[in-house]
């Protein structure tokens, strides 16, 4: 029969709202009519208009009925899975039928709704359910009886180019399932389960196992599901025998593929990531789009085009659906939430794409004999060439030795399986379902009901509820898998030995984590004692493994749909600090702000998978911590206001105290990478990596710390700025104090006093010149944290080229003694309107030096570095106080350095209020003489540009000695009082001094323990009196400055 040409049917299906868009307030951006589906963007409100095959509204207008099924309401245009069915599904069984071979494939980003239309949700079949059970209405209804209908079903995954076949408990071999090439039919799995099937009951049966072992594989293997492609095959097979008693056997291939979530497909995503060819994860996906797109250009009549079927399993497994052999629908499912607007339109446009794929697709139809008399000639064939030294070439596709052994058995297998009868093969997949699975399952059905149990809860919702283990009376421990006798055995990250019990007594059930470092939080708080947990309560044992507790059948009243794998790492992000800094949509407050939402949820993304890569480094004995870190361009601009934030990763090598500062997307690919490592640990294979293909590890580079402003408007004005400014880092924590110096200066450099001009416009025109001078910053907390570091200033003048002081190393009072002059030929309005509402930003760089040659050379070595491990061995009770009485010694010295600082900052303080009185002064005479009305407005600005400066510095100065008889009572009390508190801080200093001598003679006696907890106790003390009188000094001085200022409260 002639091939039939016809292009990709492409269907796209928006869904309702999910919890997470619900309460960021999300706006729909979608909007369809007939065949056309409108996407707005949420940000300019400009639209874009796609049409296709089929456009289906699912996201509000329907009811659910008493069973459960969502159905369109009256006159609203709502598309419900039947609806879906009898567009796409019907179809694919009518060409099942004619023997076409049929393919359906859902694309869209992860929670978009693939799942939903595939496979469907509870009564809410999709439309693989669906399309199996009218397939067997239809086999039931046939009365033909010279025509025997045969159904065989098979269910794969691919997950990092591994195939795994779902229909199989046990692990997968190693390296996944092999695909193969048959030259005639094209690529297959070998020894793939093909289960001949009677009835639709059946296919829910296999489905329902092969979820249960993606859900075990994806627990056990720390691999998300939303990574994973499914495969289901049903192969439908009428064998129909003429008068002359010969058969014809009329066979259909019907694909049915549930893709892994679109985001992050594209590896482009990690640009400039020195790894950025990255893991195979997205290798399949990729290579789809790839495919796609060179299909679409093809069927456009561009000449040459290489389709890369052969770039990833998936498409070789598809190389029939797309461009072949089939007939082949997709769906494009859409979320249709603002804050999703990026992915939605990438969606759309795949999927337009898609379109224009062109298939041939043609029957299979051909005498049985036929068949059999063909296998045997190809198996002859594959002989010859097996018989000739090296394999050789079959139909032009090269094949090793191995590839035609393969082949041959398969051939053999297929031979059998086709003289054998159709009974006699029912029967006998009878029995292997019976030995393989039914008899555990009927057990635990019963338990369930009557006894408190956790469940899974996954990111993926079809894999939610799947998993359930039974508490019963008396203590259930969970603990990693392994030889020991936990009950409950979990593979996942971070899982302790023995982790965790729960006791239940027949009315109540107990939670104790079984040691310090059992990561055990009930809802989204971590336990550390024997707690009570209560019906619904969600548990996250260890990084990453998830669970709601369900009581005793008294206890369920509640629905337990709500607690989702969203609710969860919403409810864990809430308890974390960083959420403070990005306002959490499920506050009392919701963000309205689009970019904040998008920010939200990229924390809430983010944040499991941090937990992971930590608990993935230690597995694998890495040292490296992983911590977000949100960054606000506030920081980085001139006015300070800045809206945009984004979600950013702190890497911390804890050995070699070097950091890095990632991107998400780069922290994406390199936890792929991480991830892969840990699956190769996990099938015992070396993870010895060279430098250059580590993902833990990266070339040093600089690091933001910080930055502070510094408000221009003084040099409007010709008025120097000379203050102590702040450095505080994107969480508003401070890293240094810096000294900067704006001094106007005269074309020569040489520094002009007292010049101060009342009208900045009257600068227009004429030459500026200033001299920006930064002697010093002190305080560095980031070479206080490992005296190795160094940090250097950075920072762009308006209009000019931008600057970088040199960089200082190994000291926290750091000597910059930077001094450049700045020369504006002709102050332009430009310019003038710039510097009176516009700061300098000062940005402080961490930098490292490359020191850890000798670390990592051990760690190639030996995998780990086993003189480190040693000493941080838990045992090694002496060694490890050793350790911390050592950095009490650092923290010790940072103080005193600290103190250091506080006594000079008092000083410099002193001499800036006394300038600054100085100033007012200087500038109460000018305005003497000049028009009254002027003379006030003058003034203010003035007064709200030393105002502005102050603000941002609290501690204000210059070198000088004190001259205290000038200043006013009030700030002299303040200092009176400083000093008495800094006098106490002394002398705390000194005991501790003295104490941390003795402490270290007497390390090894008895008494270690107490002293050094003694030695503790007076730090923290310290530490609070120096912190009590630093506070105390700034409210002073603030309050001082401001009673200071004429026109100000007195
Ligand atoms: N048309 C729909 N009507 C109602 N609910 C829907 C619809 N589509 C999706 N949902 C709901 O949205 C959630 C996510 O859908 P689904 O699991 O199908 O996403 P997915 O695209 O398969 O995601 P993943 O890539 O993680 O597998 C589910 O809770 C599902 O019930
Ligand atoms: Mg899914």
Known sequence: MPATSDSVKVAVRVRPFNQRE????????????????????????????????????????????????????????????????SDLGQGVLDNAWQGYNAALFAYGQTGSGKSYSMIGYGANKGIVPITCEELFKAIEANTDKKKQLRVFFSMLEIYNEQVRDLLVKEKAPHGGLKVRQNPKTGFYVEGLKQVPVRSYREIEKLMENGTINRTTASTNMNATSSRSHMVITIRFEQVMVNETGQSNTRSSDINLVDLAGSERADSTGATGDRLKEGSAINQSLSTLGNVISALADQAMGKKKVLVPYRDSVLTKLLQSALGGNSRTIMIAALSPADINYDETLSTLRYADRAKKIQNNATVNESPTDRLIRELKEENARLMAVLKKQGGGDTSGIDLNDNDIQQMLEDNQRKMVDMQMSWEQRLEQARQNWERSHVTDAREEDAEWKHLPYITNVNEDPQLSGVIKHILKKGCTVIGRQGPGDNAIQLRGLGIQPKHVEIETDGTAAFLTPNSPAAVVCVNGIRVRERSRIQHQDRLKIGSGSLFLYIGYPRERKDDVTTYDYDYLMTELAEHDGVSVDIATPRSDHPVHDVANRILFQEFVNLMPKIAEANAVSEELKRFTKFEPLVRSESSHDPKGTAPGKEVMVKVTNNKTKKVWIWSASKF???????????????????????????PFWDPVEDVFLGSCHIMLQSISYCAEVDEHFTVHNYHGKEEAVVHVQLLPCNEKGKIIEDDIILEPIDLLGKSLNFMCQIPQCMSVRWINEDASRGVECRFTMPFQKSARTKSVYHKSFVEFDFKQQYTYKAITQKILDYLQTNSLVLELWGKQVNEDQQLHVSAINNGVDHKETQTLKPSDSTNDVLDQLKSRENE???????????????????????KTEDRLKRIDMKTKTAPPQQKKASRERMMSAVKASATHAPLNGVESDSQTGTLDLEFAMALRDFFRDVREVQNGMKDMKDYASTTKQNVGANGLKSSFEEHERKIVKIDDTLNKCLNSLKKSAASALRKSRPGTEK
């Open 892 to 914: 010790l010295e940072t103080l005193r350095g600290d103190y250091e600082q506080v006594r000079k900052d008092n000083f410099r303080l002193k001499q800036s209020l006394m």
């Open 668 to 694: 994406y690919n390199r936890k792929d990478l991480m991830d892969e490592l840990y699956h190769k640990s996990l099938d015992g294979e070396s993870t010895i990596l060279t430098r250059d293909k580590d």
């Open 22 to 85: 619900k309460n960021a307030g999300s706006q729909c951006i979608i909007s369809m009519r007939d065949k056309t589906t409108v996407i707005k963007n949420p940000e300019t409100g400009d639209t874009k208009s796609f049409a296709y095959d089929h456009s289906y509204w699912s996201h509000d207008g329907c009811t659910e009925n008493p069973s459960g099924i969502y159905e369109p309401e009256s006159g609203s245009s709502y598309a419900d899975q039947k609806c879906l069915f």
